[in-house]
């Protein structure tokens, strides 16, 4: 078999120019392009997609095929009117798109979530070095923990635990939302943001150790936690790819990269946003409630599973789906 060199190295020249062709037929420009022309960038489209299909095929493990699908994704929308997603599209978009964006994404998003437990770490070290560092939570939250009854809906009358929600959620989609554009900044601010939120989380759960109420911190946590910190790294994840799209924007230029990274960020970013909502009722109708506490972290974990298996299983098989005619892009870019 041809190494991967070889193989690029004779249809460079063909790629380059159907880069630079369809950069000549953008925008209006393309309505006034000689049948010449769109023949030509048509020929070139079908020329790309067999190199991509040899290269998905001799080359699985190489950035050669995300390069390809990122010039695909786009070149193809000039010869093919895409139409405008629809409601029609949503659910076979969530059952399907989704979970492959979030693949794609899949370094950025896992170094998001280690930004997030090592913020989380040095969080929970700080308290148990500097256990005056208490102080500085919540005055009702330093209540709870001295009374014993963090997250006792019958001992607060539900008026913390409600309180604490509507925090959290606001809290989470202006995180969520921070983490993704922040990543336009070459990524540092949301790498940041990871650290701080997960600092943040390491203080309340070192506090709560060091009050003896584990068990009732992590039932406040976990059964709308495991969704919502999912969407946090995966929003951050688009964000950190966004920025990555700059920082290396392989043989096109910044602006093109940027672009042809945009779509899928921001369709990962707004479809993981969305189980927010499912977040939501969980912790509206499961966290305040009087059942068990380990009932509630069964919740949890029902939903990380049912979560993950979706995320990590639907849409393996059969062409890319987002909205019509769209091609997946790699998170990497050959070059």
Request: proline share 6%; hydrophobic share 50%; aromatic share 6%.
């Amino acid at each position: 078999m041809r190494t991967i060199e070889e193989f690029a190295g004779d249809r460079q020249p063909r790629w380059d120019e159907l880069i630079q062709l369809a950069s000549s037929l953008r925008g209006r420009r393309l309505r006034r392009a000689s049948s010449s022309d769109v023949d030509r960038l048509a020929s070139l489209v079908r020329l790309m997609s067999g190199d991509l299909a040899t290269a998905r095929r001799d080359y699985p493990g190489s950035p050669l095929p995300a390069y390809l699908e990122r010039v695909l994704a786009t070149t193809q929308p000039l010869l093919y009117r895409q139409t405008s997603p629809g409601i029609s599209q949503l659910p076979r978009f969530f059952a399907v798109g989704l979970p492959r964006r979030f693949r794609e994404t899949g370094p950025y998003i896992g170094f998001a979530a280690l930004c997030m437990v090592a913020g989380t770490a040095a969080g929970w070290s700080a308290v148990a070095l500097r256990p005056d560092l208490v102080g500085l939570l919540p005055p009702g939250y330093q209540a709870s923990l001295a009374a014993g009854h963090l997250g006792n809906p019958a001992a607060l009358s539900g008026q913390f635990s409600s309180q604490l929600s509507a925090l959290i959620i606001q809290n989470n989609i202006r995180v969520a939302a921070l983490a993704c554009v922040l990543g336009l900044a070459l990524g540092l601010p949301t790498v940041a943001l990871l650290l701080a939120n997960g600092f943040q989380l390491g203080v309340l759960a070192s506090a709560s150790h060091a009050a003896g109420l584990d068990l009732q911190f992590w039932a406040l946590i976990v059964p709308h936690g495991v969704i919502e910190l999912t969407v946090i790294c995966t929003a951050a994840g688009a964000g950190l790819r966004l920025g990555d799209s700059l920082l290396r924007p392989g043989l096109q230029t910044r602006g093109a990269s940027l672009v042809a990274a945009a779509r899928p960020a921001v369709e990962l970013a707004l479809g993981a946003a969305c189980l927010l909502v499912v977040a939501g009722l969980i912790e509206g109708f499961v966290t305040p409630s009087g059942i068990p506490p380990w009932s509630k972290l069964l919740v949890g974990v029902a939903s990380g599973v049912a979560l993950y298996s979706w995320l990590l299983g639907s849409g393996r098989h059969g062409p890319a789906v987002g909205t019509k005619g769209a091609v997946s892009a790699e998170v990497t870019q050959f070059g």
